[in-house]
C-alpha cells in the first residue's frame, strides 16, 4: 500500500479536485484506493459525489480518540472508499491542530490501519501549505504531488517551501494545473519555476472551463468531455501515478 498527498502552497490550486479525479481513474483501473480528506474545509465528499458535507469522520478521530473513523467511511460509484474529514467547529479545528502538533506520527499511524493490499494507493486531500495537516499528510506520504498553478505568487511560494517539503518526503513531483499556453506570464512562471528548483513537470493540466461545471452536476470531465485536453491530461496523472506504484497482477487489473 502506497501514500500518495496532493499538497500545494497556493489556495485554488486543484488539491481536491486532482485528489477525486485520480481516486477515480485509479480505482477504475482496477486499483483499490482510498481517498482521505485530511482538509477540515471537508469538500473532497462533495467532489466524490456526496450530496451533503460528510458531518462526520477521521476530524472527530483526532478531538475524539474514542470515536473510531472507520465508521463514517463511504464507497463512491466507481469503488473509490472515501474517508470524510468531518464538520469540526473552529474551537475544535484548533484542538486538532494541538493534537497534530504533540504527536507527530498521528497520520502515520492511522493510514496504517486501513491495511490495504500492496498495489492499493492512498490519497489524502490536505489545506495549504504549510499547516499541521498537510506537514503530517507530507510525512505520512510515499509520494506527494505538489500541485501548482502556473502563476507566479503560487510558484514563488512552492519554491520557498520545496527544502522543507522535500525535507518530510523524499519523493516530490510537479503537477502544473490550470494551465494556458496562451497567457506569458504563465510561461514566465514556469521558467522561473523550472530555473529555481530544477524539477521536471510530471503532469501538465490544462485550464478547462467546464471543469468547475461538471463537478456542480455531479459529474466527471473525462466522462463529459472524454477528448478535451484537461480528460487528457489527467488520464496522464493516473497513468504516471499508477506506473510509479506496484504492478497489479493480471486478475486484479480492470
Ligand atoms: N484544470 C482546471 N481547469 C479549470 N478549473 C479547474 C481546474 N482545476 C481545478 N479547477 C477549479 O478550480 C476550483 C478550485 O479547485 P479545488 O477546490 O480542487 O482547489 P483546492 O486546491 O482544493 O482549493 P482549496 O485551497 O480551497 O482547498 C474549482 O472550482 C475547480 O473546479
Ligand atoms: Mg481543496
Not at 456526496?50 to 466507481?78: C, K, M, Q
Request: charged share 20%.
Amino acid at each position: 500500500m502506497k501514500t500518495i498527498a496532493l499538497i500545494s502552497t497556493a489556495g485554488g490550486a486543484g488539491r481536491t479536485t486532482l485528489a477525486a479525479s485520480l481516486a477515480t481513474l485509479l480505482a477504475r483501473r482496477g486499483r483499490d484506493v482510498v481517498a482521505l480528506d485530511f482538509d477540515p474545509q471537508n469538500m473532497l465528499g462533495a467532489y466524490l459525489g456526496l450530496d451533503t458535507l460528510a458531518a462526520e469522520g477521521i476530524g472527530e478521530t483526532l478531538v475524539d480518540p474514542s470515536r473510531a473513523w472507520h465508521e463514517s467511511t463511504w464507497r463512491n460509484d466507481d469503488g473509490v472508499l472515501f474517508v470524510p474529514h468531518g464538520n469540526l467547529t473552529l474551537a475544535q479545528i484548533a484542538e486538532s491542530d494541538a493534537r497534530l502538533a504533540a504527536h507527530p506520527r498521528w497520520l502515520e499511524h492511522a493510514i496504517r490501519d486501513i491495511g490495504l493490499p500492496e498495489t492499493g494507493v492512498v490519497l489524502i486531500d490536505t489545506p495549504r501549505y504549510p499547516s499541521a495537516h498537510a506537514d503530517h499528510a507530507a510525512r505520512a506520504a510515499d509520494l506527494v504531488l505538489a500541485v501548482c498553478p502556473p502563476e507566479p505568487a503560487a510558484c514563488a511560494t512552492l519554491v520557498a517551501r520545496l527544502p522543507a517539503l522535500r525535507e518530510s518526503c523524499a519523493d516530490v513531483r510537479l503537477v502544473v494545473n490550470r494551465l494556458n499556453p496562451a497567457r506569458a506570464m504563465q510561461r514566465d512562471a514556469l521558467a522561473m519555476l523550472r530555473a529555481a528548483t530544477a524539477m521536471p513537470v510530471a503532469q501538465r493540466i490544462h485550464l478547462e472551463a467546464s471543469m468547475p461545471e461538471a463537478f456542480s452536476h455531479g459529474a466527471w470531465l473525462f466522462d463529459e468531455a472524454p477528448h478535451s485536453q484537461a480528460s487528457h491530461d489527467l488520464h496522464g496523472l493516473a497513468q504516471h501515478v499508477d506506473a510509479w506504484l506496484p504492478a497489479l497482477t493480471t486478475s486484479e487489473a480492470a
